[in-house]
C-alpha cells in the first residue's frame, strides 16, 4: 500500500479575534465557527495507481491533497504514506527576486527537504532540464515568469519521488518545456510510481489515471474507473446547471489561441474556420441530415517535433459533450511543411444531429493525445433544424426490417 | 513510578534540547534562510552583506563622535561613560533588533510555510541568529578598542548566552505577532519604553534608590549588569545571574510547546 487514509477530515474554525485563537492553544472547547473542508475519509491508494481527483472548486481536492503532502493537519484522523513523497502544490514558494538561479536552487531543493549533497549532486540535471544554464548566475528577477516556473519544476521534480502529488498542474511553462514538464509526469507514470493529482480536465483524468475519485462538498461521492465516475460527474453536473439555469450560451466565448494567454509558443491554433455547405461563420443554421458542416483548422508546430494532434468536438447549449473526432482516433497523420505549418479539414456530411444549438471547440494535442497545446472553444455555434419529427440528439445510421433479412428501410439511403 | 520520573525527565530534557536539535537537523535550510535575509537586507548595494556589520558599527563611531568630541560628556565613576554606553548599547541594539524582527517572522515567511511541508519551528530562530551574525563582530570590535582583548572575548560569549537566553521570547513573540497584529503597532513603543527602564543611556547607581529597586524586575538589566561585569569589571550580585537562568528554564518549555500546538492554526491563520 503506498497510501492510507483513515478517517481522514479537515475543518477550518473561524475565531472573533487573535485572543479567542490564542486562546483556543489552552482550551479546545474554546467557542469558534467550525467549516468542514473534508469530511471523514477512509481509502488506501496502491502502488503505481494513477489516481485523478475530479470536483468543483472548493469541493476538498486540494485540501485533500495538502493533507497528504503534509503541508494541513488533519482535524481528525492520519493520513500514511510509504516511501518519498514529492508534492507540486506551489511552485516557487520561497524564491527570492535578488538571488541567482544558483542560490534559488539551493534554497528551493532546503525548503523542500532535500540534502544538501543530493541538491549538490543533482544540480547539473536541474538546470539542464530547465534549460537555463546561460542565466544560472544571474538573479531570478530577470527570468521571465516562463523561466521562472521552469526553474521550479525542474528542482521539485528533480529527485526520484515514490509518490507525486501534483495540485491542478500537469505541464508548466510553455511550448517545448511544458511538454518536457509532462513528459517528466509521464515518466514517473511509467517506472511505476504512485500519481495524485487533481484536474479539472476530464480528458486528463480519463487519459492519465487508472483510478478517479469525484469530491463534493467535501465528500466523497465516488471511487472507481475513471471512465465510469467521469460519466456520473458529468451527468451531475449537467444537472447542476440545469438546476441554475445556466446554460452554456452563458460562458465566455474564446477563440483560437486562447490558452496560450497572448504568449506566443511553438505549437498553437493559428486559424479555425467553420462553414456550413461552403458558407462560413460564427453562427451558422444546420439542417439535420442534410448540410455538410465543415471544420478548416491550421496551425503551427515545432517542425523539429512530433506532429500535433487535431481534435474536435461538439457540445451541446449545456456543455455536455455530445461528439467528438480526432486524428489520432482516426489515425490520420498531419502532414506539415518545412516551418511545422500544417493544415486539416474536417467534414461532416449530412450532418447526424438533430434539433438544437450545439458549439464546437477545437484541440490541438500532443503527438500522444495526452496534453492540450492549445485550444479554441466555441468557435462556431450551430444551430440545428429539422423537417421530422425525430427525437434525441442524433440520428444513427439505422436499418429496419421484418423477418426477412436483406429487406431493409433507410433514411440514410 | 520510575519508569514514569525516567520519562518525565527525558520529556523535560527533550524540551530544553528541542530549539538546538532543530537548528541541528535543518542547519542547511537555515543557512539558506541566513543567506536570503542578507541578500533580501542588502541587495544592490556595493559592500553587499558587510552592510550588517557596518551599519551598527558606523552607529558605535557616531555616538563616540557626539559624545566624547562634541559633547565631552564625562560622568564620575569606575568607567568612563561612553565605555560604558557603548558596551550597553551594543548589547540593547542586539536585543531589540532580535525581538522586533521575531514579532514579524511568521507573517514574512508565510508563503513559504503555508504550501510547502516546511519545519516552522525554525523560522523564529531565523532572526536570531542574523542578529548574532551581525553583532558578533562589532561587539568583539567595540569592546577590544575599549577594555582589550580579553573583555573583547568575554563580551562575544555573553552576547552568545543572550541569544540562547532569548530563544523562548522569540517563540513567544512570532506567536503575538502572528495572532495580535495590534502588537506589531505597540511594540517600537514597548520597546523604547524599555530601553529607558534599562541601564543603557544611563549607569544604574545614577537612579534615585527608589527606582533602583524597580530594576529586580528588569531582567535586560540585569543582562547588561551581567556584561557591563564581564567587560568593565563593575560589580554584579550572583543572583541577578541565576535569576537570568530561572527564568529562561521556566520559559522555553511553555513557549516551545505552544508554538508546536499553535502550527496547525499559523497554516491557516494568514
Known sequence: MSIRLEHLSKSYRHYRSGW?????????????????V?????????RGEVVGLIGVNGAGKSTLLKLIAGTLRPSTGVATHEGRLCALLELGAGFHPEMTGRE?????????????????????????????????DQPVKTYSSGMMMRLAFSVATAVDPDILILDETLSVGDGVFARKSFERIMGFKEAGKTILFCSHSMYQVQAICNRALWLDQGHLRMDGDPVEVIAAYNEFMENQNAQAGSEGLALPRQGVSASSSGKEQLTRLRAVEVSVDDVSGTRLAVKSGQSEVSIHVAYASDAGGHAPCVAVMLVSASGRPVASASTLNDRVSLRRDVRGNGE???RFARFPLLQGCYWIHVFLLSEQGLMVLDKARMVAELVVSQETLEQGVVTLPHLWSDSMPGIVTSPQG | MNHDGRSFFSR???TYSAPFLTLIDHRNLVYRLLRREVVSRTSGTWLGGLWLVAQPALQMGAFWFLL????????PGQVAFLD??????????????????????????????????????????????MGVMIYLPVMGGVVWLLAGWQAAVSSQWLLVMLAVWLIPFCYLLALLGLFFRESRQVFPFLLTLLMYLSPVLYQPEALPPGLRSLMIWNPIADWLSVIQYAVHG????????????????????????VFRRAESQMREEL
Not at chain 1, 20 to 36: G, I, K, N, V, W
Not at chain 2, 68 to 73: G, P, S
Not at chain 2, 104 to 129: D, G, K
Open chain 2, 68 to 75: 566624547d568630541f562634541v559633547l565631552k560628556v564625562r560622568s
Open chain 1, 20 to 36: 479567542d485563537r490564542a486562546r483556543a492553544l489552552f482550551h479546545s472547547s474554546m467557542q469558534s465557527s467550525e467549516r468542514q
Open chain 1, 104 to 136: 534559488n536552487i539551493h534554497l528551493a531543493a532546503a525548503v523542500g527537504g532535500q540534502k544538501s549533497a543530493d541538491t549538490e549532486r543533482l544540480f547539473d540535471s536541474i538546470v539542464d532540464f530547465a534549460g537555463l544554464r546561460a542565466v544560472i
Open chain 2, 84 to 129: 560604558y554606553f557603548l558596551t550597553a548599547m551594543l548589547a540593547w541594539l542586539f536585543i531589540s533588533e532580535v525581538l522586533s524582527r521575531s514579532l514579524n517572522v511568521l507573517s514574512e515567511f508565510s508563503p513559504i510555510y503555508q504550501r510547502t511541508v516546511f519545519p516552522v519551528q525554525v523560522l523564529p530562530l531565523v532572526p536570531l541568529l
Open chain 2, 234 to 257: 563593575l560589580p554584579m550580585e550572583p543572583v541577578q545571574a541565576w535569576g537570568l537562568g530561572a527564568l529562561w528554564m521556566l520559559l522555553l518549555p511553555p513557549a516551545w510547546v
Open chain 1, 38 to 46: 473534508l469530511a471523514p475519509l477512509t481509502l488506501d491508494i496502491g
Open chain 1, 344 to 346: 486539416v479539414w474536417l
Open chain 2, 12 to 14: 523535560v530534557f527533550k
